[in-house]
Antibody
Framework: EVQLVESGGGLIQPGGSLRLSCAASGFTVSNSFMTWVRQAPGKGLEWVSVIYSGGSTYYADSVRGRFTISRDSSKNTLYLQMNSLRGEDTAVYYC??????????WGQGTLVTVSS | DVVMTQSPLSLPVTLGQPASISCRSSQSLVHSDGNSYLNWFQQRPGQSPRRLIYKVSNRDSGVPDRFSGSGSGTDFTLKISRVEAEDVGVYYCMQGTHWPPITFGQGTRLEIK
């Protein structure tokens, strides 16, 4: 059974850093396209970043240069390193597996709150 | 970037009645491989998004057959033949043809009248 479990969210001051984790089971992260999607309180879904199975990475304009997506094959885990956090980064962050132009499995999400 | 526009943004429906959500893209979603990667997701209150439909009209396993997707090019529709109470939530379309970036519609909130 495919499962994705995010962790690492919390309250952080503006300008701070946080690393989110997404532990996967039932499939191999390094053989998959994996993505992060976020949802600000009361708002819609916003794509954040993707990592291809070959290792290429892409980012939304709003986070490029501040966020870094990566993975650890030995732990079958996806990460999102978030630096220089801003209030507008406050959101629930979801990881999802991408397959054929779609997101077939999603995690439960982890809340990041950026506030002083 | 491909802009996805949904309508309506709010959809009050009587139980047992049909519902329809439109999704339009700013450019054709036909991929060079011939497929159109248009997806529909349901997000119930307090839950993660769940995929309902992929490649325009393919229903995911476990999705009731009252849900159906159709469309082509730039115009797509999600239909619910008879709305049930468990269908309350927000519905999003998403294009996976021209990415990155992956883009979502604004969401349509379905409520029971």
């Amino acid at each position: 059974e495919v499962q994705l479990v995010e962790s690492g969210g919390g309250l952080i001051q503006p300008g701070g850093s946080l690393r989110l984790s997404c532990a996967a089971s039932g499939f191999t992260v390094s053989n998959s396209f994996m993505t992060w999607v976020r949802q600000a309180p009361g708002k819609g879904l916003e794509w954040v970043s993707v990592i291809y199975s070959g290792g290429s990475t892409y980012y939304a304009d709003s986070v490029r240069g501040r966020f870094t997506i990566s993975r650890d094959s030995s732990k079958n885990t996806l990460y999102l390193q978030m630096n220089s956090l801003r209030g507008e980064d406050t959101a629930v962050y979801y990881c999802a597996r991408m397959l054929f132009g779609s997101m077939d499995y999603w995690g439960q999400g982890t809340l990041v709150t950026v506030s002083s | 970037d491909v802009v996805m526009t949904q309508s309506p943004l709010s959809l009050p429906v009587t139980l047992g009645q049909p519902a329809s959500i439109s999704c339009r893209s700013s450019q054709s979603l036909v991929h060079s491989d011939g497929n159109s990667y248009l997806n529909w997701f349901q997000q119930r209150p307090g839950q993660s998004p769940r995929r309902l439909i992929y490649k325009v009209s393919n229903r995911d396993s476990g999705v009731p057959d009252r849900f159906s997707g159709s469309g082509s090019g730039t115009d797509f529709t999600l239909k619910i033949s008879r709305v049930e109470a468990e269908d309350v939530g927000v519905y999003y379309c998403m294009q996976g043809t021209h990415w990155p970036p992956i883009t979502f519609g604004q969401g349509t909130r379905l409520e029971i009248k």
